[in-house]
């Protein structure tokens, strides 16, 4: 049981990870082109180039992403309905109770990146 926890605990954590490619990916670069800072983007991608890979790759970034929130969201739900041990219930209890926020945290992060990487291009058009 405890392991299904852990695994739970590390699809959520995955989740997390995952949104955070795509702010790296769209909407941290459109924010600061869009504030005026593109010298800094300059600079910024020139210390880290891979994040460039990021931006080309950007629906691989948020296939992954969905597929990752989609796999914490499951777990989730299956841990959910799961009894806690007698002997960890108040640990089982804990993780239990911040999933919940990490994973909407998550998807969170994933909507704004979405709307940087899609919905805000058609719009400056």
Do not use: H
Not at 12 to 27: I, V
Not at 99 to 114: A, E
């Amino acid at each position: 049981m405890l392991q299904k926890l852990k695994g739970s605990k590390f699809a959520s954590w995955l989740g997390l990870f995952s949104s955070l490619g795509t702010l790296l990916c769209c909407a941290i670069p459109s924010t600061l082109v869009i504030l005026g800072f593109g010298a800094t983007l300059a600079s910024f991608l020139g210390n880290f180039p891979q994040l460039i890979w990021l931006s080309e790759n950007k629906g691989i970034v948020f296939g992954t992403s969905l597929f990752m929130l989609s796999v914490s969201y499951i777990a989730q739900k299956y841990s959910q309905s799961q009894v806690c041990p007698i002997d960890r219930k108040e640990d089982c209890e804990k993780t239990k109770d911040w999933s919940k926020p990490l994973f909407k945290i998550s998807l969170f992060i994933n909507l704004i990146g979405i709307f940087y990487a899609y919905v805000l291009p058609k719009l400056m058009n």
